[in-house]
């Protein structure tokens, strides 16, 4: 018996996701033990900082993604139903931390919730700090 495909969700949707003004403490610690798996120390240590001291900005979620030369989550995904969950419950989400070098960008942090917009409306702007690597 096949399975039924839900219905995407609605892209009006995006626009009520509730982002944080501040990215959350705990996802700078993320993001380090993830760039830890690409750069020496001494990078990494500089890559963070520069992200702690970057403003938010906003891009579009395929922008990100095509960026990094990522393909979003689905959305039976669990990293991006744990997401799904806090935003229909209200939550608020941190903003994403993503490093580029000036030819390619890298999440760094927030794959998740950019996979969650994407899916939502592949326009939707998600808030980040844009740091160089």
């Known amino acids: ?7 995407p969700p609605d892209a009006q949707e995006a626009e009520k996701i509730k982002w944080r003004d501040h ?17 020496d120390g001494d990078a990494v240590g500089k890559a963070v900082k520069r992200l702690r001291k970057a403003p938010i900005t ?9 960026a990094a030369g990522l393909s979003p989550a689905p959305l039976d995904d669990p990293g991006v139903m744990k997401d799904l969950i806090k935003v229909i419950e209200g939550t608020r989400l941190s903003p994403v ?14 794959y998740h919730r950019v996979s969650l917009v994407y899916r939502i409306d592949p326009y939707g702007e998600v808030p980040l700090k844009l740091a160089g690597a």
């Open 1 to 7: 018996m096949a399975k039924e495909k839900a219905d």
């Open 23 to 39: 990215v959350a403490a705990h996802d700078y610690a993320a993001a380090e033990a993830y760039l830890s798996l690409k750069l």
């Open 58 to 66: 906003r891009r579009r979620a395929n922008d990100i993604l095509r």
């Open 97 to 110: 931390l993503v490093v580029s070098d000036g030819v390619s960008a890298d999440i760094a942090d927030g």
